[in-house]
């Protein structure tokens, strides 16, 4: 039984979630292979094979995968998959933006229902993961041969080095031409990834304003090394960009301390971060949802507490 985890990465190394991922195939007692699709991405498969736990790291490498399309993706996996007859009984991707793209795709062209967002693993067909905004949690068994399973990555610890896994070519699919990608705008920032924050900051709807949200909120997250989140609520009233947005419609995060400043709590927002070690929340508001989830709770103006709390630390 081989366990086929597709990597994601830069080309030039290997996102976090995917470390977290190969845990979670790890569990499931087969050998576990990396899938790495991409263009130039030597370095990457060279990242792949040094992570523990891995017993052979597959490459595609074409320009067909350079700017990572579901579409082109998808189609790769499946052939893999296929080439492999009936030895890769699983297929594995972190529940993050890619994986969400890519294996609903996998799992169609394979007949297969797509298993999402597990959080835990009971046996090779037998899996835990959260519904109704995390407030229940399914055990689910399938029957296919082939499991598509996406990961909650805040669930499983990252796995680490010490491995030395063989680094294989793979036949690569012709490039499906179903899209283009026309151009990207990134959010650049010297903060951490917020995925991967061990202290984040979020700010929601009670700060009222974007300038309001970085001057309040910049400086305690540049005091702690802290990244940045917000509700969707402060995304959708334009003070941040939505990939700050930290929720079941957002980011799934796990931080070692999580601040959340002029966040109500709706069930969304608690769904993305009540997993969080330290939950710490300042709101005006003693009655807000997210003193239920909070170990510290200060009820108190924002605008007066934040800066005192800044000028403390």
């Given at each position: 039984m081989?366990?086929?985890v597709?990597?994601?990465?830069?080309?030039?190394?290997l996102k976090?979630a995917?470390l977290?991922t190969?845990?979670a195939?790890?569990?499931l007692?087969?050998d576990v292979?990396?899938?790495?699709?991409?263009s130039?991405?030597?370095?990457?498969?060279?990242?792949?094979?040094a992570?523990a736990?891995?017993a052979?790291?597959?490459?595609?490498d074409s320009?067909?995968f350079?700017?990572q399309?579901?579409?082109?993706l998808?189609?790769?996996?499946v052939?893999v998959?296929?080439?492999a007859?009936?030895?890769?009984?699983h297929?594995?991707?972190p529940?993050?933006?890619f994986g969400k793209?890519?294996?609903?795709?996998?799992?169609a062209l394979l007949?297969?229902a797509?298993?999402?967002?597990?959080?835990a693993v009971e046996s090779?067909?037998?899996?835990?993961?959260?519904?109704y905004?995390?407030?229940?949690?399914a055990?689910?068994?399938?029957?296919?041969?082939v499991?598509?399973?996406?990961v909650r990555?805040?669930?499983?610890?990252a796995?680490?080095a010490?491995?030395?896994?063989?680094?294989?070519p793979v036949?690569?699919v012709?490039?499906?031409?179903?899209?283009?990608?026309v151009g990207?705008e990134l959010t650049?920032?010297?903060?951490p990834e917020?995925?991967?924050?061990?202290?984040?900051v979020?700010?929601?709807r009670?700060?009222g304003?974007?300038?309001?949200?970085h001057k309040v909120l910049?400086?305690?997250?540049?005091?702690?090394?802290?990244a940045l989140g917000?509700?969707?609520?402060a995304?959708?009233a334009?003070?941040v960009?939505?990939?700050y947005?930290?929720?079941?419609?957002?980011?799934?995060?796990?931080p070692q301390?999580y601040l959340?400043?002029?966040?109500?709590g709706?069930?969304?927002?608690?769904?993305?971060?009540?997993?969080?070690k330290?939950?710490?929340?300042?709101?005006?508001d003693p009655?807000?949802?997210?003193?239920q989830?909070?170990d510290y709770?200060l009820?108190?103006d924002?605008f007066?507490?934040v800066?005192?709390?800044?000028?403390?630390?």
């Open positions: 081989t366990v086929l597709i990597a994601e990465h830069d080309n030039a190394s976090a995917t977290n190969i845990s195939a790890a569990r007692g087969g292979a990396v899938l790495v699709a991409g130039g991405a030597a370095a990457a498969a060279q990242a792949a094979a992570v736990g891995v052979r790291v597959l490459v595609a320009a067909a350079a700017e399309s579901a579409e082109n998808a189609a790769q996996v052939a998959v296929q080439a007859g009936a030895s890769i009984s297929v594995l991707a529940a993050s933006t793209n890519v294996l609903p795709r996998v799992a007949d297969v797509q298993i999402s967002d597990i959080v090779a067909d037998t899996f835990v993961r959260p519904i905004a995390g407030n229940a949690l055990t689910v068994k399938s029957a296919d041969a499991k598509v399973i996406t990555t805040t669930a499983f610890e796995a680490g010490g491995g030395s896994a063989a680094v294989e036949a690569v012709a490039d499906l031409g179903q899209s283009k990608l990207r650049k920032s010297a903060r917020l995925g991967a924050a061990k202290i984040i979020s700010g929601g009670g700060l304003s974007s300038e309001n949200y910049e400086p305690l997250a540049d005091k702690l090394g802290a917000a509700s969707r609520a995304v959708d334009g003070y960009p939505n990939d947005q930290v929720g079941q419609t957002g980011k799934i995060v796990a301390l959340a400043v002029g966040i109500s709706a069930i969304q927002h608690l769904a993305g971060m009540k997993d969080s330290v939950i710490v929340a300042i709101n005006k009655e807000a949802p997210i003193f989830v909070a709770g009820v108190a924002l007066e507490a800066p005192q709390l800044v000028a403390a630390v």
